[in-house]
């Protein structure tokens, strides 16, 4: 368990920096930036599970363990995600959902749709737009990411003979 806490901690700390740094550096203002944000999320969760799910292999854990390590993982880092989240958009950065509005606005008209589409779709995800809800889809991403890399990392990183079970001839 130890390592699953751990790595969970170092997962949500490594995704709430890399969130402080992409709204500092004011990359989530710009469509053409703000698509990094989820790719580079990804890419650290990617690594830390791996690393993680290394460690957990060499302590015995086949398959199944491996996937509810990575889980539980992710569980951990999602808390903190949900935390760092709040407050990174309402205390460090609170003009960050204002910024993500105007952003999506400007992105929509750019579009070509109409100053009333516009206000229509800004009107509907305006109860979306606040920092727990932020908050909520970062924890359920975390989640939902871990157990897909948990499942097709599992297939490569597991302990040859889990934990109590012999090898066959």
Same mark, same amino acid.
Request: aromatic share 10%; no cysteine; charged share 20%.
């Given at each position: 368990m130890k390592t699953i806490l751990k790595?969970?901690?170092?997962?949500?700390v490594l995704g709430e920096v890399w969130s402080y740094l992409f709204i500092g550096m004011g990359w989530h203002k710009?469509?053409?930036t703000a698509?990094?944000?989820v790719p580079l999320v990804i890419l650290i969760q990617l690594i830390v599970l791996i690393?993680?799910?290394?460690q957990t292999a060499a302590?015995?854990?086949g398959y199944g363990g491996q996937v509810v390590a990575g889980i539980l993982i992710s569980l951990v880092a999602s808390i903190i995600v949900l935390v760092g989240n709040i407050i990174c958009v309402t205390?460090?950065?609170?003009?960050? !959902?204002?910024? !993500?509005a105007a952003m999506t606005e400007h992105?929509?008209?750019?579009?070509?749709?109409s100053q009333a589409e516009v206000q229509q779709l800004m009107d509907m995800s305006?109860? !979306?737009?606040t920092p727990v809800m932020q908050g909520m889809f970062g924890m359920i991403a975390t989640i939902a990411c871990g157990l897909v890399l948990s499942v097709i990392l599992a297939v490569f990183i597991r302990a040859k003979h889990p934990s109590g079970q012999t090898a066959t001839a």
């Open positions: 790595a969970g901690i170092i997962l949500g710009s469509p053409a698509n990094l944000f690393w993680a799910l290394r302590e015995g854990r205390v460090v950065f609170p003009n960050y !959902m204002q910024d !993500m992105a929509l008209l750019a579009a070509g749709k305006a109860k !979306m737009r």
